[in-house]
Structures are given as C-alpha cells and as structure tokens.
C-alpha cells in the first residue's frame, strides 16, 4: 500500500474518519501551540472557547479541502476547514491516548472518541470560522469534476485558456480540477493515452471528449477505492505500477517513462500513445 500526498479520493478518506464523532458534543478541545497551521483569523486558543459544548453535525470535501460543521442549540455557530497538506491525516481514537507532538488538534467528543488532526511535516492548514454561514475561503472553492456543472463544455474552456501549457500541468491547476494531484494526472494521461508533455490546445475534439470522459472515470473509480477503504485502485490502471523506476506498463508490458514535466516527477509510457 502507498502513502500518496493527499488527492481527491485520500482527502474523502480522511473527511469519513471523524464520522464516528458525528451528532456528539465536544467535551473538549486541545489545540497544540502551532501557530503556522491554524488560519482564518481566530486564535487557536480562542478556538477551544468557541467549539466546545457544540455538535459535530456536518462536513463535506471539496478537491483536497474539508469543512467541518458545528451547532449548538439547532444553529450552526462555526466551522473547522481542514486541508492536510503533505502529511496531514485525521484519525479516530478513544479519548484518554496521550497527544504526540504531531497531533495538532485533538476534539474530545462527548461519546468517547478523539478526533485528531496529525501532520509530521506540518504543511497542513486549519481554517477557523465562527457564524452561521459558510466562510468564503469554501464558498468560493471551484467547481467540483464530478459536479453536474462541471459539463464538457467547461472542460474545453479551460483547455482553451490554457491551450500552451502541457497537459500536465493543467490537470494539477487546483483553480481547474479541484483535487487531481500528481499521481491521478498521470494516471488520467496514461488512460487517456495522451503523452503528458503535449500541450492542452493541441487536441482535437475526440481526443478532448475521451480526455473529460477518462477524467470523471478515474475520479470516480479513486473515490470507489481509496476514497472509501483507502484499497488500491484495479491493476489495469496505471497507479499499481508509477511510483518506483523500473516497471512494466501494465497494457503493453514496455518499461515505464520517469521523467520530470510541469515541475513534478511524471510516469507514463511512450509506447502506448494515441498519435
Ligand atoms: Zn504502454
């Protein structure tokens, strides 16, 4: 099993673990003096005050971020937003396990069961809020890929803006594809046999129409697997096989491209393209 930076389908992952705490109150609140990791204006010490004593009663994901609802009395008196950087994970424990040094927020639920915040290397972010209504840093988030909105239509549009730019690069535009990472784009290319170096307004409308197609298949199918045991995804796809040199493509059995393109390390395979 591989730990990738969290994409689409590990940050659902993650959202579902604190469901265990859902519809409890909040007993209490630990915040680790971390200053960096917390956002949105509200001290974190200032945070314990507002959140404890409210339910958990909702949280959603969209792309790699997170947004955890609370209420006290039927009205909804703030929000925790979650974006889990490198190496952030939320986790379910019983309360009473000592905090490590890596457990930045730890909410005590009334039903016996931590909900942690863990992040070693602490690119993670934590965006507070407080009100009834949901801050604009989630509001304003783009359209999600497998949103009825997110038509075709709207695909070409953003392949048009960024005709010059290697495909690459535009699958990881989080302002575009709200959570595909590294790893789904090349796994979207791959499928899409479309060499990830080629540039976005070089595709004719086929290719454009498999292109939208594959991208919603491989969203969906990564929120099939991981997103919901955190299983890996089928052995045809390429993501079985991307993250060490040396492996076979597993549809034509040619040895795997590693290369750097977009600033990232990059697998696909230079025989099977369509062109
Ligand atoms: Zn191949």
Known sequence: MVFPMPELAEVEFYRKQWDAGRGQPIAAVRTARMPKLFRGGMEPERAAEVFRQSVFSDSSALGKQMLFQFRRDGTVVGFIGVHLGMTGKLICRPAGVIPGKHDHLVLTMANGLD?????????????????????????????????????????????????????????????????????????ILWQARLHPGRTAGGLDEGRKRGLYRVLRSVCRGALRTIGEDFSDPPKTWLFRYRWKAGQACPRCRNPLCREEIAGRTTCYCRVCLDD
């Open 115 to 187: 909900l942690v915040f863990t992040d070693p290397r602490r690119f993670g972010r934590i965006r507070l809020a407080t009100g009834e209504t949901e801050p604009d840093w989630w509001t304003g988030l783009p359209v999600p890929v497998l949103s009825a909105d997110f038509t075709r239509r709207r695909f070409a549009e953003i392949l048009d803006r960024r005709r010059k730019a290697p495909l690459k690069a535009v699958l990881l535009s989080q302002d575009a594809f709200p959570g595909v990472g590294n790893w789904m784009a090349d796994e």
